[in-house]
């Protein structure tokens, strides 16, 4: 049963303790704030809920085995210029138990080769963890393959659940996040000295009927609190014009001129809203001139 929309933390809790159905589970970073504190406090909230369960990590820029990682309940792939089927075939002859993948980046894998390599991992006791990083430049912007989303839109479209790690002080013009995000990393920079246990993230959860929840927490990841900063609810309402763009030729939106015209439009049931509850549950009609009303006939009486 997924947590009530009033409780927000406690949604937090059941994602990062994988109770909540999230197959797919979506880390988007900076270098200014790494995903590596989330990663480890889901993989602490995962094993305390599950303690059979075993972490795989693919790693494509890991080069010191996480502590997590062990020879019971983990297993360490090096997948940077492998073979992803060959690498991945351990896989398949591993144990029914239920598993955490943790993926440590995405962006090394093209975007034509996304739904591919999660269907070679996806299986229906896993979850899937991945992070990308938003201040690495893609090596698709000048080639043939730019064309269409890029790999984070189709990564975003696929998870279950998406976390967009920040700082505290991001919305800070003059901090070093929206210079990364902005101009891109400068170097030399100290990166060990922006990692703080207390950082931002917004939740993207979706549920199976479509709908959007969006949560703001700031994470204490030293003490393992959550505290809500906001929320809202995205209902994804036909307000927004840009989901029809594209779709035909045909101009399927309003123009400012057609909107004013729309709200001045007087709907006759606000009319009727306005005696409610003053008659009851009565049936209320109000007789015009051209009625012909027989007073013979009782079962015409609309009283």
Known sequence: MSASVASPSVLLNRILSLRESCPFL????????SATLLTNELVLKARTSNPDLKVVYLSFET???PDYIDETRGIFIDLLGKDYEKSLSVLD???SRRRLIVIDSFNYIAKEKV???LKLIMKPNTVVYGVYHQDIPSSELHSSSSKGPSAYSYLHFLSS???DIRPLKFDDPDCIYYKAINE???FPVG???TQQPKFYTALTYRRKSGRSLEYQFIVNSALHEYEVVNVSVNTNTGEDESLLENLTTFNLGNTKKQKEQREKVDLPFLEAQKSLGSVGGSIVYEFEKDDDYDEEDAFEDPF
């Open 26 to 33: 979506l880390a988007s970073d900076t270098f200014v704030q």
């Open 63 to 65: 080069a010191i085995v």
């Open 93 to 95: 002859h591993d144990d």
């Open 115 to 117: 739904v591919s390599f």
């Open 161 to 163: 659940c998406v976390f």
């Open 184 to 186: 891109g990393p400068s």
């Open 191 to 193: 990166v060990k000295e």
